[in-house]
């Protein structure tokens, strides 16, 4: 990819950053950035799950590679694709690979890796993390998106962008699941001590964004 299909890229992630205030890249430096968004809904763990295993009804086409969601789909186990179809002519059909699951805890976890949209074409790689826990009415579910490696892109362009596709995609997982409730601040907690570590780095930055005290 040349430096003009890298703007154009850039570009069209940028112009697709939904405005929410939710947005959130907690961690950021030239090897790479984290990205965290949550959310809580009125649903079960094991609904949240089953409509997690079906991107086609919540995953934004368009985030897609054919402008269609119904091309979406998910073998959501260890090992298994979260993949696309391609139709092409003649009846043959092609595919791409957004992502692949390494771990799978159905009502619970939901590990991919993969480096998603202009990302594919760097040498990154992209661990997205979907934690879901049982909340009052409902279910909070919490994205984590963490790049890491050598890209052509300049990270305080790309991270934002990125950022911005994370949140739209979880805005779209909650809304097939009848919406977004408000927020009570309950956090979620992950293996190794993921959620934690973001949390600390987000009280970081509100201190830095706040200022030294008077």
Known sequence: MNRTALSMALAAAL???????????IDQSDAGFTAAHSARVAASPADV???LRAPQNWWSAEHSWTGDA?????????G????????????????????RIVFA????????????????GEAVTGTLTIQIK????????????????YMRFKVADIAP???????????????????????????????GGLADTAKA??????????GPEE
């Open 15 to 25: 112009l697709a950053i939904p405005t929410s205030a939710s947005a959130k890249v």
């Open 49 to 51: 799950w089953k409509m």
């Open 70 to 78: 119904a091309n979406f789909w998910m073998d959501a186990q260890a």
């Open 80 to 99: 298994g694709c979260f993949c696309e179809k391609l139709p092409g002519g003649e009846g043959m059909l092609g595919s791409v690979q957004h992502a």
């Open 105 to 120: 805890k159905p009502g619970e976890l939901l590990r991919l890796s993969g480096a998603l949209g202009p990302l594919q």
């Open 134 to 149: 049982p909340a009052e009415g409902g279910s909070i579910i919490r994205f984590d998106y963490v790049v890491g490696g």
């Open 161 to 191: 962008a990125v950022d911005g596709v994370i949140g739209q995609q979880l805005a779209g997982l909650a809304k097939a699941l009848g919406g977004a409730l408000p927020a009570e601040g309950a956090a979620v907690k992950s293996e």
């Open 201 to 210: 780095l987000e009280a970081d930055a509100k201190k830095e964004e706040e």
